[in-house]
């Protein structure tokens, strides 16, 4: 004959506090996740869509200052990103502004700059403002390696990149964006990659340029359970 013991009650109460603290949890995941499941199909899409809607408009207007001052620009008018040749900026093979070059930006970069902080909606989505150096891939007399053709280039095309950051802060565009710019602004050299190609060949002088490309934000979902789950504890 076996003789079951009663459990003694803080054993009971015990069970039921661990049993109702996994439930509240496991109920609280389930419903940040069904949450984020129904942000991601709807609010994420939408929130993208809005952004990349207010980005081609700042690009149009961008565009329509640049043109009321006689700036020449290549701007894409998706995205607002900005191609200027090296001719504009530098004399030939150097890194140097010239002084045609600092009369360009001048003009060109307050009206990129406050035009892009002037919007809200994509001041407040900015990630990064790129300014990226490129070369074409004539070849260096003297050195005969592709390897080490490619590092002289990507020299000069981060030292050119370089130039032009450092001069953006000597323009007259609102002050008020000075921190926004420090903290977003990134320099790359690109060497000779992507080429422009023009009927399938490379066309040096379009290659030889300088692009300031702007990186906006995306939502994810893997961000926004971050947040929700720093909000729930």
């Excluded at 803080?10 to 039921?16: M, T």
């Excluded at 190609?197 to 490309?213: I, P, W, Y």
């Amino acid at each position: 004959m076996s003789i079951r013991l009663k459990p003694k009650k803080n054993e009971i109460d015990s069970n039921n506090i661990f049993w109702t603290t996994m439930s509240d949890l496991m109920l609280g995941l389930s419903i940040i996740f069904i949450t984020l499941f129904v942000l991601a199909v709807t609010g994420f899409s939408r929130q993208n869509m809005e952004v990349q809607k207010k980005q081609m408009e700042m690009s149009k207007e961008l565009v329509k200052k640049l043109n009321e001052s006689n700036i020449k620009a290549d701007v894409d008018k998706m995205t607002g990103d900005v191609r200027i040749s090296d001719l504009d900026l530098f004399e030939v093979n150097s890194y140097t502004l010239s002084p045609r070059g600092k009369a360009y930006l001048g003009k060109l970069v307050p009206i990129y700059i406050n035009t892009i902080y002037s919007k809200k909606e994509i001041a407040d989505n900015i990630q990064n403002i790129v300014i990226q150096g490129y070369t074409d891939s004539q070849m260096y007399a003297g050195l005969k390696s592709k390897d080490a053709q490619f590092m002289k280039n990507m020299e000069l095309s981060l030292n050119r990149a370089n130039a032009v950051a450092n001069y953006m802060f000597l323009t007259k565009f609102d002050k008020k964006y000075d921190s926004k710019l420090m903290t977003s602004l990134t320099v790359e050299g690109r060497s000779f990659n992507d080429p422009i190609l023009v009927n399938g060949k490379e066309d040096f002088a379009k290659s030889r340029r300088v692009e300031l490309r702007l990186k906006l934000k995306k939502w994810d979902i893997m961000e926004a359970l971050g947040h929700a789950i720093k909000n729930d504890k």
